[in-house]
C-alpha cells in the first residue's frame, strides 16, 4: 500500500506564509508527477501546482509568484511552499501522486487525506 501524508496546513493572516509538506511512504518504488490541488466546499477541486519526475513545475495563474512546488526525492516528499497568502487561498489542500509500487508495472494514482488552510483579512 501506498499512503501520502499532508501536513503544514493552519491559520495564518493575509500577507503571511505557509509551507505545505506531503510525504509518500509504503511500498514506493518510484515516484513520478505530484500535484498540489485544493478545493472550497461547493467548488470543484482545482490544481494549484504541479512537479514532474524531472522537477519541471507548472502553476495555476492564481498563485503564480506566491507559490512554488519543490520535491525532494530522497525523502519522498514534495513541498509547497505559500507566500503572500491571501484570504482566497482559504481551502483544503490535497496532494495527489502517481506512484509506482514495487514489481508493477505501471504507476497508480494517490491522493492524500488533505489539509486545512485558512487565511483571514
Known amino acids: 500500500q501506498v499512503q501520502l501524508v499532508e501536513s503544514g496546513g493552519g491559520l495564518v493572516q493575509a500577507g503571511g506564509s505557509l509551507r505545505l509538506s506531503c510525504s509518500a511512504s509504503?511500498?514506493?518504488?518510484?515516484?513520478?508527477?505530484v500535484a498540489w490541488y485544493r478545493q472550497v466546499p461547493g467548488n470543484e477541486r482545482e490544481l494549484v501546482a504541479r512537479?514532474?519526475?524531472?522537477?519541471?513545475?507548472n502553476y495555476a495563474d492564481s498563485v503564480k509568484g506566491r507559490f512554488s512546488i519543490s520535491r525532494d526525492n530522497a525523502k519522498n516528499t514534495v513541498y509547497l511552499q505559500m507566500n503572500n497568502l491571501r484570504p482566497d487561498d482559504t481551502a483544503v489542500y490535497y496532494c495527489?501522486?502517481?506512484?509506482?509500487?514495487?514489481?508493477?508495472?505501471?504507476?497508480?494514482?494517490?491522493w492524500g487525506q488533505g489539509t486545512q488552510v485558512n487565511v483571514s483579512s
Open positions: 495527489n501522486a502517481d506512484v509506482r509500487r514495487h514489481f508493477s508495472i505501471t504507476a497508480r494514482n494517490y
Open positions: 509504503g511500498d514506493i518504488f518510484a515516484i513520478g508527477a
Open positions: 512537479i514532474s519526475e524531472g522537477g519541471s513545475r
